[in-house]
Every structure is written in C-alpha cells, then in structure tokens.
C-alpha cells in the first residue's frame, strides 16, 4: 500500500514537474518565470505568490462553485503558482481543493500547506484533513493560530522526523500574540511562520521578520489585501504612472509586489474566487520588482491615501 | 482573554454572501414545492387564531414545532453545516425549541385564546410578516426570488413566526406559568435575532436589521404581557 502511494506520488510529481516546464500561462507567459523565494530550511524554491481559501472555497456542496473553484485552481497552476492554503477551520474548503486536485490531477504538483486547529487529537485531525486533499503527505503543516500548539507541535515534529511531513511551522493572524510567537520561534526549530503582512498592516518588520531571517524561517504572509477591503478602498483610485517602473498593472499586483518585495517573505497567499484576479495575483511573481525606496514610496502612497 | 476582544464578527465569518444566497437558492430548489404548501398551512394558522378557533394555538405549536425541527434538521444539520462550524449547534437549538413546542402543544389540552391584548396583536403582525411578506421581502433588496426565505423551511421566518405564536401564548389560559413559559420558549428564538443578524451584518446583507428588531420588539411585548398575564390555577 505504501509502495503503490509512493509510486503514485513519484509519477504524480513526474507528470506534475513536466506539465510545469511545458506549460505556459494563462497569460501566455512562461510558467517558470515567476519570482521563487527560498526556503531556508531546505533551500527549495517556491513561487512568491499562493492561493489561499479561507471563505472564498467554502461553498458547501454546491456544485457550480465547485467547479468554478476547480477553475481557479487550474488557472493559479498554469500560471505558474504551487502553494495552496487551507485549515480545517475553514468549513469546507479542504475537501473543495481535493475535489480539484483530483479533477486536475494536480496532486503531484502542488505545495500542499494544511494546518492543525485543535486542543484535542491532532493526529486524527491531520488524517482526516490529509484525506480531504487526497495528498499523501503535507508538504507543509502549521499549529493555527498557536491553539494548543505545546500539544500539537511536538506531533508535527514527530511527523517530519518519519518522513511523514516536510516541513512545520505556526500560524497567527492581525498582529495578535507576537510575543508568544517569538518565543516559541526562538525556542523550536520552525520551517515556516504565518503571520499577517500588507502594506499597512507592517509590525511584523519589527521584531517578526528579522528574528525569523536570524532563525532561517520561511514567512508566508495572509490577509495581504485585509480580506479585499484595501483592493475596495483603492479601486476607486489610479493607479500612480510610476508603478510601471515595477511592472504593475493595477492594484492587487501593487500590494502583493510590496509584500513580496520584502527580503524575508517567502509567500503571500490571496484568496480569490474570480479567474481574472489569479491572474491579477500571479502577475505579481513577475516582472521587476519594487526595491527599498521603492516600496517606501509605495507605503507612503497607501498610507497618504 | 484579551486576544478574544481582538476578534470582531466578521473575522468569525467563515462563508461569502454569494455562497450563502446561492445556499437558499438550493434549498428551495431541493424542497419546491413545499414553500407554497407551507405558505396555505400559515395562512389556515392566521385564520384560526383571528377567527379564536379553540384548537388554533395548539395547531400553530405543533406546525412550529415540526417546522422548528425539520429546519434543524434539513437546513442547518444538512446544508448550512457545510459551510459553519456552528450550524451544528444551531441544529441542536432548532431541535430542542421545535420538541419543546409540540410538547406544549400536546400536553396542555386547554390552551385557547381568551382575550386579544397588546402580545396577541403584536404576535399576530409578526405571524402575517413571516408567512405572506417575508418570501417577497427580498424584492425590496433587489435579489432573485429563488433565495427568498419561507415559513417552516428557512429558519428566519420560522422563527419570527414562532415569536409571533409565543406572543399570542400570552393571551390565552390554560398557561399555569406565563412569565416562566416566555422565558423559556422565546429564549432559543430571541438568540436567533441576535446570531442571524450578526450573520447578516458581516455579509454586509441590507436586511440585517431586521431579526434583531423583531427580537427587541417581541422580547419586550413578551416579557412585559407575559407578566400581565393571570396563571391559569387549573393548568398544569
């Protein structure tokens, strides 16, 4: 049984890597070109931008939405994305990205990063997530939110070290418990952290951001358009002419090149259901991106606004 | 402590309001045609209770009860738990007011309407809304028919009509407790107002005010009527 998912997984990652070097994007560019960040636990290297799924692939049973999230997946694929995002806190998200896995037969070909949301058993959890992906193992698992995460790390650990997990980390969201956070990234040898970045929401540049380049863990960065309200807010404006200088051709690109401009960002992870802003999305993984006075101007600009 | 004051409603909110919509829009389709049947049995309600037929009450606690009941089951048990952690527990609610309504209903023999006060005619109001307007109230917020809510398969509706029939329990005999029976039947009801209206509100739904006000209204004409009330001395 082993075997057969170990075959299975080495031809889904053969089929997954060639599919990735042939394919081309949605936009007609090259699916290799984006910008990769490097994990410094491993120094793989991951596309900059990622699909996230809270609210937006929680759709129930409903098949049409089904579909159209199958969709989105598809098209952040083609152009070139790996990373999708998930927790069993988010309703039926997880079984929403199984089922498009499955129909795209893309599960050798995506960074699958899960979470544990729990104070009870964590092991179940993690079994009846892993069967809702239909993935064979996690390539990435995080304690949300730091909830039980004393319990619940040490198991995740002990995953990686059977081989069962590649990587491990924690979750926070909207500033909320950084002293906890560091601690804990002090005293654990974390891959990953997730915490909220945007261009306006930026304390973790203070203490956050250099601890984990001090500690060589990776950031992936959530909420990097406050759930849409900044794209709403900044809609209604143009887009300044100098964000050409950097590639941008309107606003999502500008936040998420912000984002993941920083040095120490590995991943933003935007959550979207409509096809034409995963492209918007990816676009930013590409083309030049904004230097330190750049993005100075960038924030200023925001913060103007 | 201090981290959960961080959270507010919408960071609690786990669904899109297309998802929720296109939820009522599947619904209905899964149960037409059950919302016009339902519809004539609220109808046939309104008439007994206007027209103080003696079985009238107990007729509305048994159609709200198993309305209670299969809206925990159907809707929230199987559907809305697809989307929400919590519907879950909403289920459980649903259930126990909807056992706890044909309970009374077949328990207590004599409940009739004796008299028609400030409750029953605030009651009776609130049964009209949610069994004739509020299927159509949706064309008000311009959104398509197929996502209205009905009386006895959504739960909004059917709990606004149950508020309405407790309301009208306030002016009949045979209630040996009146004040202890609001409290404990209307308490399910009135937390609905307040969790559905925060729902609404986190969608940025037009309507969201709406549950909560009729919660406000029907918990003060209750609390207040269900004290006026005389306790039956031959009920049990």
Same mark, same amino acid.
């Given at each position: 049984?082993?075997?057969?998912?170990?075959?299975?997984?080495?031809?889904?990652?053969?089929?997954?890597? $060639?599919?990735?070097?042939?394919?081309?994007?949605?936009?007609?560019?090259?699916?290799?070109?984006?910008?990769?960040?490097?994990?410094?636990?491993?120094?793989?290297?991951?596309?900059?931008?990622?699909?996230?799924? $809270?609210?937006?692939?929680?759709?129930?049973?409903?098949?049409?939405?089904?579909? &159209?999230?199958?969709?989105?997946?598809? %098209?952040?694929?083609?152009?070139?994305?790996?990373?999708?995002?998930?927790?069993?806190?988010? &309703?039926?998200?997880?079984?929403?990205?199984?089922?498009?896995?499955?129909?795209?037969?893309?599960?050798?070909?995506?960074?699958?990063?899960?979470?544990?949301?729990?104070?009870?058993?964590?092991?179940?959890?993690?079994?009846?997530?892993?069967?809702?992906?239909?993935?064979?193992?996690?390539?990435?698992?995080?304690? %949300?939110?730091?909830?039980? $995460?004393?319990?619940?790390?040490?198991?995740?650990?002990?995953?990686?070290?059977?081989?069962?997990?590649?990587?491990? &980390?924690?979750?926070?969201?909207?500033?909320?418990?950084?002293?906890?956070?560091?601690?804990?990234?002090?005293?654990?040898?974390?891959?990953?952290?997730?915490?909220?970045?945007?261009?306006?929401?930026?304390?973790?540049?203070?203490?956050?951001?250099?601890?984990?380049?001090?500690?060589?863990?990776?950031?992936?960065?959530?909420?990097?358009?406050?759930?849409?309200?900044?794209?709403?807010?900044?809609?209604?404006?143009?887009?300044?002419? $100098?964000?050409?200088?950097?590639?941008?051709?309107?606003?999502?690109?500008?936040?998420?090149?912000?984002?993941?401009? %920083?040095?120490?960002?590995?991943?933003?992870?935007?959550?979207?259901?409509?096809?034409?802003?995963?492209?918007?999305?990816?676009?930013?993984?590409?083309?030049?991106?904004?230097?330190?006075?750049?993005?100075?101007?960038?924030?200023?600009?925001?913060?103007?606004? | #402590?201090?981290?959960?004051?961080?959270?507010?409603?919408?960071?609690?909110?786990?669904?899109?309001?297309?998802?929720?919509?296109?939820?009522?829009?599947?619904?209905?389709?899964?149960?037409?045609?059950?919302?016009?049947?339902?519809?004539?049995?609220?109808?046939?309600?309104?008439?007994?209770?206007?027209?103080?037929?003696?079985?009238?009450?107990?007729?509305?606690?048994?159609?709200?009860?198993?309305?209670?009941?299969?809206?925990?089951?159907?809707?929230?048990?199987?559907?809305?738990?697809?989307?929400?952690?919590?519907?879950?527990?909403?289920?459980?609610?649903?259930?126990?007011?909807?056992?706890?309504?044909?309970?009374?209903?077949?328990?207590?023999?004599?409940?009739?309407?004796?008299?028609?006060?400030?409750?029953?005619?605030?009651?009776?109001?609130?049964?009209?809304?949610?069994?004739?307007?509020?299927?159509?109230?949706?064309? #008000?917020?311009?959104?398509?028919?197929?996502?209205?809510?009905?009386?006895?398969?959504?739960?909004?509706?059917?709990? #606004?009509?149950?508020?309405?029939?407790?309301?009208?329990?306030?002016?009949?005999?045979?209630?040996?407790?009146?004040?202890?029976?609001?409290?404990?039947?209307?308490?399910?009801?009135?937390?609905?107002?307040?969790?559905?209206?925060?729902?609404?509100?986190?969608?940025?739904?037009?309507?969201?005010?709406?549950?909560?006000?009729?919660?406000?209204?029907?918990?003060?004409?209750?609390?207040?009527?269900?004290?006026?009330?005389?306790?039956?001395?031959?009920?049990?």
């Amino acid at each position: 049984m082993v075997n057969n998912l170990q075959r299975r997984r080495l031809i889904g990652l053969a089929v997954g890597a $060639w599919g990735a070097a042939v394919s081309r994007s949605a936009t007609g560019q090259p699916a290799q070109d984006v910008l990769r960040k490097t994990i410094p636990s491993s120094g793989e290297k991951l596309p900059a931008i990622g699909l996230g799924s $809270w609210i937006t692939f929680n759709v129930g049973d409903d098949t049409m939405a089904r579909r &159209g999230c199958t969709e989105v997946v598809r %098209h952040f694929f083609e152009d070139g994305g790996r990373l999708i995002d998930c927790s069993p806190m988010y &309703g039926s998200s997880q079984p929403v990205i199984g089922e498009a896995l499955a129909r795209l037969d893309a599960v050798g070909r995506v960074f699958s990063a899960d979470k544990v949301w729990t104070s009870g058993d964590g092991a179940a959890q993690v079994a009846a997530s892993r069967a809702h992906w239909g993935v064979p193992r996690f390539d990435l698992l995080q304690v %949300h939110n730091l909830l039980a $995460w004393r319990t619940q790390l040490p198991l995740l650990f002990e995953r990686k070290r059977a081989g069962q997990l590649r990587y491990v &980390g924690v979750t926070t969201s909207d500033g909320r418990r950084h002293d906890e956070l560091e601690s804990i990234m002090l005293a654990h040898p974390l891959d990953f952290v997730q915490v909220t970045y945007n261009i306006l929401d930026r304390a973790v540049e203070q203490r956050i951001l250099p601890l984990a380049r001090e500690r060589g863990i990776a950031v992936i960065a959530n909420r990097p358009f406050r759930e849409g309200v900044l794209i709403r807010a900044l809609e209604r404006r143009r887009l300044p002419a $100098w964000a050409a200088e950097i590639d941008c051709a309107n606003w999502a690109q500008f936040l998420l090149k912000f984002i993941v401009s %920083h040095p120490q960002l590995t991943c933003a992870i935007p959550a979207t259901t409509q096809l034409a802003h995963v492209r918007e999305n990816m676009g930013a993984a590409r083309g030049r991106q904004p230097d330190a006075a750049m993005r100075v101007r960038m924030a200023a600009l925001v913060a103007d606004m | #402590m201090g981290e959960w004051r961080s959270y507010g409603v919408s960071d609690l909110l786990m669904f899109s309001s297309r998802t929720w919509y296109r939820m009522l829009e599947l619904h209905n389709r899964a149960w037409w045609p059950l919302q016009p049947v339902a519809m004539v049995m609220g109808i046939g309600l309104l008439w007994a209770i206007n027209r103080r037929v003696r079985v009238a009450l107990r007729m509305g606690l048994w159609m709200l009860g198993l309305s209670m009941l299969f809206v925990a089951w159907e809707f929230h048990w199987k559907r809305y738990a697809s989307i929400n952690l919590a519907a879950p527990w909403f289920a459980l609610a649903f259930a126990i007011e909807g056992l706890l309504l044909t309970a009374l209903g077949a328990l207590r023999r004599d409940l009739t309407l004796s008299q028609v006060n400030a409750a029953v005619r605030t009651g009776s109001v609130l049964l009209s809304i949610a069994v004739l307007l509020y299927p159509v109230s949706l064309l #008000m917020w311009f959104k398509p028919m197929q996502q209205s809510e009905w009386f006895g398969l959504a739960p909004d509706p059917t709990v #606004m009509a149950t508020l309405g029939l407790l309301l009208c329990l306030c002016g009949s005999d045979g209630v040996r407790r009146p004040r202890l029976t609001w409290t404990l039947l209307s308490a399910i009801p009135l937390a609905w107002c307040l969790v559905t209206g925060a729902t609404l509100w986190a969608l940025d739904a037009s309507d969201w005010w709406l549950m909560p006000s009729v919660g406000v209204l029907a918990g003060v004409v209750g609390w207040w009527q269900s004290g006026l009330a005389k306790p039956s001395p031959s009920a049990g």
